[in-house]
Nanobody, 118 residues
């Protein structure tokens, strides 16, 4: 099992920045990738970004490309999401996820709220 704990959410004005963190514990040695998803009120959960744990390859949703950056610190078993130029449409609960194979997202954090005011 892998346990994930997110932090760093909050309230920010449009155009501002936030950095989310996700600390992983447990059987992290077999992690294939970690990622971030988000769910806005009344909407389905959507993919935001992911990173391959071993090689660091990254992939982003078109809606955040150029504004968000995902990174990892292997020594700390932590993944980050730097969010710049935030817009009200970025308001959502952000979830950290991890998986053991491509396309697998078996493990989820509890989520952290991000609210962007206009």
């Amino acid at each position: 099992q892998v346990q994930l704990v997110e932090s760093g959410g909050g309230l920010v004005q449009a155009g501002g920045s936030l950095r989310l963190s996700c600390a992983a514990s447990g059987r992290t040695f077999s992690t294939y990738a970690m990622g971030w998803f988000r769910q806005a009120p009344g909407k389905e959960r959507e993919f935001v970004a992911r990173i391959r744990w071993s090689f660091g390859n990254t992939y982003y949703a078109d809606s955040v490309k150029g504004r968000f950056t995902i990174s990892r610190d292997n020594a700390k078993n932590t993944v980050y999401l730097q969010m710049n130029s935030l817009q009200p449409e970025d308001t959502a609960v952000y979830y950290c996820a991890a998986g053991r194979t491509s396309g697998d997202w078996s493990f989820w954090g509890q989520g952290t709220q991000v609210t962007v005011s206009s």
